[in-house]
């Protein structure tokens, strides 16, 4: 097919294009996927995750200048968070990575996650199959905020980045508790604020809660100064680059790779399970007036949402429920 | 039914036993849910939610207070968070609003999110029901944290509480996103700490990009100071109190209570239908091992996760996908 070959070729344009419909869920998206699909599979995924002013996207940038100086080609999707109140302020910190735009061997797409319910996740994950199909060779996903939805996205990295910064409140350890504990790589970002040697240690007491076995990766704690700072900030991003780097390898020869790999898979199914069952019923219900009879049913007390729910599920699938 | 009646009479120990049924989803439960469900819907569900450290736990025990002095009987469903890190000193916190324990107009209960995965917003949705089913005219729930789950369990309650405090960093009010859209009421916690003015400005600006129409609810920005001064704290805690009894009556009056009853019932409903119809599917492609081998024939790029969900729905569901 002719646009899964310009794809495979690099072309910026078809990419783009087909992340779009992707994000509309088009039918032709559909195809051409399908196409693609067997050409995936051959990046280094990393996914860097942290709060908003985490410093994500000028980390983001610095790795991308590093791995270019390598030879390497890298494809970065930043995912936008919902919120329409500060969805502008942090897509203008991405402006930085716009300087990439007109070098050939990095590929630079934010994507939206208003309106998209649910089928965020699996949006993403196909958009990293289309930047593994382009070739890049490193794949960085940025999300921004905690949630089940980052969770999610990051088990479809190989490697996963933890960014935080001192200062920001005790609460984010807790807000990242689901990501806290599949973190590869911690990175203490604008490490030359006050609070840094405080972070280190809460972070270093969390992971010897953990026990981890002799020959398994321990989860680095890694710190990067300012970035008006070039000497330190530099050094921050090279330790951080090949950290990303070792990581892999310790993949690759330890074998976990093909976890990794699993994992992601799992979570891709999963989530397209989700949405390939669900939605067509629950479209049915809606077309049918059968949702509003349903809930008048509920007001009335006449029924509980779980003995409905049986119901539905009794109707439509051809399985018993129980 | 026995225990049903038991319910209905406020017995607590059998309350605190179908409430562990519903985290554990056990049958028995669900024959007394559907037995009690039609004396459920009478209370005023309250959901209170902000960061860990915000003091939610003071608030929602000053709220009780004010309350059993009216002589009004409240429910209280403390929602855990899920890290295994924290989970036990942010417990200790609610220990305070065990005084209330000998009080039977009073009824205190934690829910683990621990191990709950999706199931965790249909199970609270029951146990609100539960208190319902008791009697108590206020139920409060309490939940830490950001995210869709969050979210979800605002959306059971017919008025939504933000707690807020100063200093904690502008990322809070981002990673609020969800919440800050639906919340009718803002309560800034230890207010006589510095920031505090800086974040009422900041909250009454995004409250001013959403345009509020004559006679609607506009939500108000409320204070509470330091609980070490107690005149101060108890007059915050009356005004928070009364707010809510506000917005209760504002609902009432202007027949938009009907709407908040809709949206829980809707959100129910979509949250049994999520786990009812995909469960059995998910259980059946495990045992049959069929998980397995999608997940094999992803790995070696012979077909993409959403062709394979979609012949999985092709298979399991008596109507078509598309």
């Known amino acids: 097919m002719e646009k899964a070959k310009k794809i495979r070729e690099g072309d910026v344009r078809a990419a783009s294009r087909l992340i779009r419909n992707i994000e509309d869920n088009t039918p032709e998206a559909r195809h051409i996927i399908k196409d693609i699909f067997r050409h995936t599979g051959n990046a280094h995924v990393v996914g860097i995750t942290g709060s908003p002013g985490a410093g994500k996207s000028t980390l983001v940038d610095g790795i991308i200048e590093w791995n270019r100086r390598l030879g390497k080609t890298v494809g970065v999707l930043a995912v936008d968070p919902t919120s329409p109140f500060t969805g502008g302020a942090i897509l ?35 958009a990293i199959h289309v930047l593994e199909a382009m070739g ?40 990242k508790a689901g ?44 710190t990067v100064e300012n970035v008006f700072e070039p000497e330190k900030f530099r ?10 780097r ?13 976890d990794r790999i699993r994992r992601r898979s799992f979570h891709e199914l999963n989530d397209a399970l989700a949405s390939c069952i669900l939605n067509p019923i629950l479209n049915q219900l809606i077309m049918e007036g059968e949702m509003n009879r349903m809930i008048d ?20 699938l051809r399985i018993t429920a129980d």
């Open 92 to 126: 203008g910190d991405r402006i930085r990575m716009q300087r990439h735009a007109e070098d050939p061997g990095v590929f630079v797409r934010s994507m939206a996650t208003r309106g998209a319910t649910g089928g965020l996740s699996n949006a993403i994950g196909e």
């Open 136 to 175: 890049k060779e490193l794949v960085l996903v940025e999300t921004v905020g905690a949630g089940q939805q980052e969770v999610k996205i990051m088990n479809y990295a190989h490697t996963i980045l933890l960014v935080l910064v001192p200062g920001m409140g005790d609460e984010i350890q807790v807000l």
């Open 179 to 222: 990501i806290m504990e599949i973190a590869d790589i911690f990175v203490i970002n604008k490490a030359d604020r006050d609070g840094t040697n405080k972070l280190q240690r809460e972070l270093m007491t969390i992971l010897d809660m953990s026990p981890i076995k002799s020959g398994q990766w321990r989860p680095p704690i890694l």
């Open 235 to 244: 050094k921050g991003i090279e330790d951080v680059s090949t950290t990303i």
């Open 246 to 258: 070792d990581h892999y390898q310790y993949l690759v020869h330890n074998n976990t790779i093909v």
């Open 297 to 316: 049913k509920l007001l009335k007390g006449e029924t509980d949402p779980v003995t409905l729910a049986k119901e539905v599920a009794g109707k439509y």
